[in-house]
């Protein structure tokens, strides 16, 4: 009885098997947008869920925003926390910054899709906002650990490219106000959703360097509501 030949698969076919696989997963989710406004950093997700957040804070003046699998972001988001706070522990606050989160993502995620069999079907954000005239920072990072420096906005998840595409006609060099970012986000996530999105459907947080002590505040229903009819 002949024995069958084992299955060979080259690694380039490998790995464009497994991006491919990460892609479909990552674009069955919501569309999430950061943007930066006068006073820091919007984040805005298209969310009908009132428990499972997409946007978290990480530190002080860091957030952390993913799209794609919920368990596996969400490990990827504590395992940020931990890291924060331990480094924050060791050394200083001033020493946690985005820059160095995202570096680590990029790493773990990296190392996962090319020694892992299944890739984890994420892409996420790590943005923080600037202070003492420092400028704000936006760091995507895909399921295959590659990293991109993000400047006015940043789209992650679901239609991305599209919605990328309909920021691009509408943002301007001048940053606008918190009411004119709301409803610009609003506007792309409605129109790649092609539906109108409730203020009881949507996740949105700023990082306002205004505020003392930690940045992150997460807008309430009322006041998404507020920014939405008073544009």
């Given at each position: 009885m002949?024995?069958?030949?084992?299955?060979?698969?080259?690694?380039?076919?490998?790995?464009?098997?497994?991006?491919?696989?990460?892609?479909?997963?990552?674009?069955k989710?919501?569309s999430?947008?950061?943007?930066?406004?006068?006073?820091?950093?919007?984040?805005?997700?298209?969310n009908?869920?009132?428990?499972?957040?997409?946007?978290?804070?990480?530190?002080?003046?860091?957030a952390?925003?993913?799209?794609?699998?919920?368990?596996e972001?969400e490990?990827?988001?504590?395992?940020?926390?931990r890291?924060?706070?331990?480094?924050?522990?060791?050394?200083?606050?001033?020493?946690?910054?985005?820059?160095?989160?995202a570096n680590?993502?990029?790493?773990?995620?990296?190392?996962?899709?090319?020694?892992?069999?299944?890739?984890?079907?994420?892409?996420?954000l790590?943005?923080q906002?600037?202070?003492?005239?420092?400028?704000?920072?936006?760091?995507?990072i895909?399921?295959?650990g590659?990293?991109?420096?993000?400047?006015?906005f940043?789209?992650?998840?679901?239609?991305?490219?599209?919605?990328?595409?309909?920021?691009?006609?509408?943002?301007?060099?001048?940053?606008?106000?918190?009411?004119?970012?709301?409803?610009?986000?609003?506007?792309?996530?409605?129109q790649?959703?092609?539906?109108?999105?409730?203020?009881?459907?949507?996740?949105?947080?700023?990082?306002?360097?205004?505020?003392?002590?930690?940045?992150?505040?997460?807008?309430?229903?009322?006041e998404?509501?507020q920014?939405?009819?008073a544009?």
């Amino acid at each position: 009885m002949t024995m069958p030949m084992p299955y060979y698969v080259s690694p380039e076919q490998m790995m464009q098997d497994k991006a491919e696989y990460a892609r479909k997963g990552i674009a069955k989710g919501r569309s999430i947008v950061a943007m930066e406004y006068v006073d820091g950093l919007l984040l805005t997700a298209d969310n009908p869920s009132a428990s499972l957040h997409k946007v978290s804070e990480i530190y002080d003046s860091i957030a952390f925003a993913g799209a794609g699998k919920y368990s596996e972001f969400e490990n990827l988001r504590k395992a940020g926390i931990r890291h924060a706070d331990l480094k924050g522990f060791m050394y200083s606050r001033e020493d946690v910054t985005g820059r160095s989160l995202a570096n680590g993502y990029s790493q773990s995620l990296g190392t996962i899709f090319s020694q892992e069999l299944k890739p984890l079907e994420v892409e996420i954000l790590v943005v923080q906002v600037g202070a003492d005239g420092h400028p704000n920072e936006m760091y995507r990072i895909s399921f295959d650990g590659s990293i991109i420096d993000e400047k006015n906005f940043a789209v992650i998840g679901g239609r991305a490219e599209a919605v990328q595409t309909f920021l691009k006609d509408r943002i301007s060099g001048q940053l606008p106000s918190l009411k004119a970012a709301v409803t610009l986000c609003v506007s792309a996530l409605e129109q790649t959703a092609n539906q109108k999105l409730q203020p009881e459907g949507l996740e949105a947080a700023v990082l306002d360097r205004n505020r003392p002590g930690r940045k992150f505040r997460r807008l309430g229903v009322a006041e998404i509501r507020q920014l939405l009819s008073a544009s």
